[in-house]
Nanobody, 115 residues
Framework: QVQLVESGGGLVQAGGSLRLSCAAS????????MGWFRQAPGKEREFVAS???????YYADSVKARFTISRDKSKNTVSLQMNSLKPEDTAVYYC?????????WGQGTQVTVSS
């Protein structure tokens, strides 16, 4: 059974940092693209960052220079380092994996940034 499990969410003050992690199990994702998405209350889920199976990284404009995505293929994990957090970063953050479209999703972890 394929599972993606996020961890590392929590409550932080504006300007602070959090590191999200996603542990994948049930298969290897070394040849898959992996990404982070988020959904704020009353809003649609949006793209945050992704890393391809070759290591290429992509970011939403709203998080560029503040967030960094990385992966450890040997551990089947992907992480999202979030710095200089803003209240508008408050959302449930989801880990996703796929070879074309993202067809594996985690349950999400809550990130709340207080002003």
């Amino acid at each position: 059974q394929v599972q993606l499990v996020e961890s590392g969410g929590g409550l932080v003050q504006a300007g602070g940092s959090l590191r999200l992690s996603c542990a994948a199990s049930g298969r290897t994702f070394s040849n898959y693209n992996m990404g982070w998405f988020r959904q704020a209350p009353g809003k649609e889920r949006e793209f945050v960052a992704s890393i391809t199976w070759t290591g290429g990284t992509y970011y939403a404009d709203s998080v560029k220079a503040r967030f960094t995505i990385s992966r450890d293929k040997s551990k089947n994990t992907v992480s999202l380092q979030m710095n200089s957090l803003k209240p508008e970063d408050t959302a449930v953050y989801y880990c996703a994996a796929g070879s074309g479209v993202y067809n594996y999703w985690g349950q999400g972890t809550q990130v709340t940034v207080s002003s």
